[in-house]
Nanobody
Framework: QVQLVESGGGLVQPGGSLRLSCAAS????????MRWYRQAPGKERELVAS????????NYADSVKGRFTVSRDNVKNTVYLQMNSLKPEDTAVYYC?????????????WGQGTQVTVSS
C-alpha cells in the first residue's frame, strides 16, 4: 500500500521557520523524484520545490528561492522542506508528491497535505 504522510505543519509567525517531512512507504522511494506543492484557498495548486531521485538536483519556485530548501534521505524514505523567513503569503496546504516516468508511463502518488499558517 502506497503512502505519503506529511507532517510538521502548523501556525508560525512571519519570519519564523518550519520543517515539513513526508514519509514514504509502499514503493521504491529512491527511484522517484519528489516534489512539494502548495494550495492556498481559492488558488491553484503550485509547485514549490522538487528534488531528483538521487538528491543531486533541486529546483524552486521563484517565490521561495533563498528561503526554502528541499532535501531527502533515501535510507529513511523521507523528503523534507525546510522553510525559513516565512511570509503570510506562504499560508497554504502543503502536499508532497512522488513522480517517476519510465517507458512512457508516469507514476505519481500524493500525500494528504499538511496545513501551514503564517500569521501574527
Amino acid at each position: 500500500q502506497v503512502q505519503l504522510v506529511e507532517s510538521g505543519g502548523g501556525l508560525v509567525q512571519p519570519g519564523g521557520s518550519l520543517r515539513l517531512s513526508c514519509a514514504a512507504s509502499g514503493f521504491t522511494f529512491s527511484r522517484y523524484a519528489m516534489r512539494w506543492y502548495r494550495q492556498a484557498p481559492g488558488k491553484e495548486r503550485e509547485l514549490v520545490a522538487s528534488i531528483t531521485s538521487d538528491g543531486g538536483s533541486t529546483n524552486y519556485a521563484d517565490s521561495v528561492k533563498g528561503r526554502f530548501t528541499v532535501s531527502r534521505d533515501n535510507v529513511k524514505n523521507t523528503v523534507y522542506l525546510q522553510m525559513n523567513s516565512l511570509k503570510p503569503e506562504d499560508t497554504a496546504v502543503y502536499y508532497c508528491n512522488a513522480l517517476r516516468v519510465t517507458l512512457g508511463l508516469a507514476y505519481a502518488y500524493w500525500g494528504q497535505g499538511t496545513q501551514v499558517t503564517v500569521s501574527s
